[in-house]
């Protein structure tokens, strides 16, 4: 069952009773994320979550972690391009503690110095890892590309120059600045009673204070480009993409209908031509990526150098074909099952229905049902599948970023004039 309350300050609490689960996934929510940040705050929001966890005034960041192990739970947290969340889940007889905990953390933080310049070495660390990991780089490196001069094509932990220069000041300005009551939501789903939760986090939640500060997002232009960008490894990692759809759209539904097809499953077009017949590449997959405003939709594979023209040039036969070719009735109807079942299998976890819980209300202000979502998969038609790819998907306008042993001038890709990167 769900239920929403608004605390005097403007906070939105959202529950759900499963009366047949034995925990509770609790999370506090920012409608805050890297895009939201300046240009010298970059990596600010990744930067707080890593702190949050570093010590309270009555908690230090052992006495956190233990208190929560002494139960059998655990908490974490993330940032994404338009939120902060941190979360915990517990026992149910466990969860006046967890909310201690969070709104502890998420209120009282003491961000004492010696912990920031520690938490700056790991992010330093993290950043290269990322970097030194090139099927996860190439994604970052494509959204940089395909959303140029954006916050949010930026990635999110920011950038060695803006981590080194993150201190207590510019952490506690940004936190009295950013986290507002007017975004924040909390969620939390599981063997709960709703008004025994609000009466947990009401008395040190409602003390938060409004900000005069105003979040101001520039919905992005898509670029069209291919980049190669040089580097000694033994496979070349490639995207290519375009624009998607948004969290809103309606047309969202078609977009996910025509990615499962296309190759975010083992039986899609691009796994069963790249990998099971040619053999080309070991991971090869399509992608949506979606935000308030905007999404994008895209295709990673990783080959070896002199593989890597004929892959692209299936990927591109293989677009050019669905804006061409209705999708088969049976093709069609797979994919909606496939939509349903990660529905609904996703549905069994709690820490899943908390954070549906909370993107609905930030996207939507209302509970989105499955059965609603379900009913709008089954009325899309091959035809709206394919109308709305022709509008996304044209010659040209692709943009496509090559990290590895390969020479720009030997890629073709229709119209679009390949750069060479620098060296990395």
Same mark, same amino acid.
């Given at each position: 069952?769900?239920?929403?309350t608004v605390l005097?300050?403007g906070i939105?609490?959202v529950?759900?009773?499963?009366?047949y689960?034995h925990s509770?996934?609790?999370?506090?929510?920012?409608c805050?994320g890297?895009?939201?940040e300046?240009?010298?705050?970059?990596?600010?929001?990744h930067?707080?979550?890593?702190?949050?966890?570093k010590?309270?005034q009555?908690?230090?960041?052992?006495?956190?972690?233990?208190?929560?192990?002494?139960?059998?739970?655990?908490a974490?947290?993330?940032t994404?391009?338009?939120?902060v969340?941190?979360?915990?889940?517990v026992l149910?007889a466990?969860?006046p503690?967890?909310?201690?905990v969070?709104?502890?953390?998420f209120l009282?933080?003491?961000?004492?110095p010696q912990?920031?310049e520690?938490?700056?070495?790991?992010i330093?660390?993290e950043?290269?890892?990322?970097?030194d990991?090139?099927?996860?780089y190439?994604?970052?490196?494509f959204q940089?590309r395909?959303w140029?001069?954006?916050?949010?094509?930026?990635p999110i932990y920011?950038s060695?120059?803006?981590?080194e220069g993150i201190d207590?000041?510019s952490i506690l300005r940004?936190v009295?600045t950013?986290f !507002? =009551?007017?975004?924040?939501?909390?969620? +939390? &789903?599981?063997?709960l009673?709703h008004q025994?939760?609000?009466? @947990?986090?009401a008395?040190?939640m409602?003390?938060?204070r409004?900000?005069s500060n105003r979040?101001?997002?520039?919905?992005?232009?898509s670029?069209?480009l291919v980049?190669?960008i040089?580097r000694?490894?033994?496979q070349?990692h490639l995207?290519?993409?375009m624009?998607?759809t948004s969290?809103?759209?309606?047309?969202?539904?078609?977009?996910h209908?025509l990615?499962v097809i296309?190759?975010?499953?083992?039986?899609?077009?691009?796994?069963?031509?790249?990998?099971?017949?040619?053999g080309l590449?070991?991971?090869v997959y399509?992608?949506t990526n979606?935000?308030e405003d905007?999404g994008?939709m895209g295709v990673y594979?990783?080959?070896?150098?002199?593989?890597v023209?004929?892959?692209?040039?299936?990927?591109?036969d293989?677009?050019a074909?669905?804006t061409r !070719? =209705?999708i088969?009735?049976?093709e069609? +109807? &797979?994919?909606?099952?496939?939509l349903?079942?990660?529905?609904? @299998?996703?549905a069994e976890s709690t820490d899943?229905?908390?954070?549906?819980?909370?993107?609905?209300e930030?996207l939507?202000g209302?509970?989105?049902?499955f059965e609603?979502?379900?009913q709008k998969i089954?009325e899309?038609?091959?035809e709206?599948v394919?109308?709305?790819?022709?509008t996304?998907?044209?010659?040209?306008?692709f943009?496509a970023?090559?990290l590895?042993?390969v020479?720009p001038e030997?890629?073709r890709?229709?119209p679009?004039?390949?750069t060479n990167?620098s060296?990395?």
């Open positions: 069952m769900y239920q929403k005097q300050n939105r609490v529950t759900e009773k499963i009366p689960v509770v996934s609790t999370g506090i929510w920012v805050a890297s895009r939201d300046g240009q010298q705050e970059r990596g600010i929001s930067f707080i979550e890593h702190m949050l966890f010590g309270t009555r908690r230090s960041a052992l006495d956190i972690a233990k208190e929560l192990d002494a139960v059998g739970g655990f974490n947290a993330f994404s391009k338009e939120h969340c941190f979360h915990a889940k149910d466990h969860l503690l967890v909310v201690d969070l709104t502890d953390i009282n933080s003491v961000f004492a912990e920031i520690r938490e700056q070495q790991v330093l660390q950043i290269r890892m990322i970097e990991t090139p099927d996860e190439v994604h970052i490196l940089e395909l140029k001069d954006n916050p949010l094509g930026l920011g060695v120059d803006t981590v207590r000041e940004y009295s950013t !507002d =009551p007017k975004r924040i939501v909390i969620a +939390a &789903a599981g063997n009673e025994r939760f609000i009466d @947990l986090v008395p040190s409602e003390r938060l409004p900000s979040i101001r997002r520039e919905t992005p232009n670029h069209h980049h190669v040089s000694d490894l033994e070349v995207c290519l993409g624009k998607g969290q809103v759209d309606e047309r969202r539904f078609a977009c209908l990615n296309l190759g975010s499953s083992m039986s899609s077009r691009l796994f069963q031509e790249i990998r099971e017949r040619r590449a070991y991971s399509s992608f979606s935000h905007t994008l594979a990783g080959v070896s150098p002199e593989n023209q004929e892959t692209l040039d299936v990927i591109l293989q677009l074909l669905l !070719d =209705p088969p009735p049976q069609l +109807a &797979a994919s909606k099952e496939y349903k079942g990660s529905m609904y @299998l996703n899943a229905r908390m954070n549906r819980l909370a993107k609905n930030f939507f209302r509970q989105v049902s609603e979502v379900e089954y899309v038609s091959a709206e394919q109308a709305w790819f022709q996304v998907c044209r010659p040209g306008e943009t970023v090559l590895g042993p020479d030997s890629i890709l229709g679009v004039v390949a990167g060296q990395v």
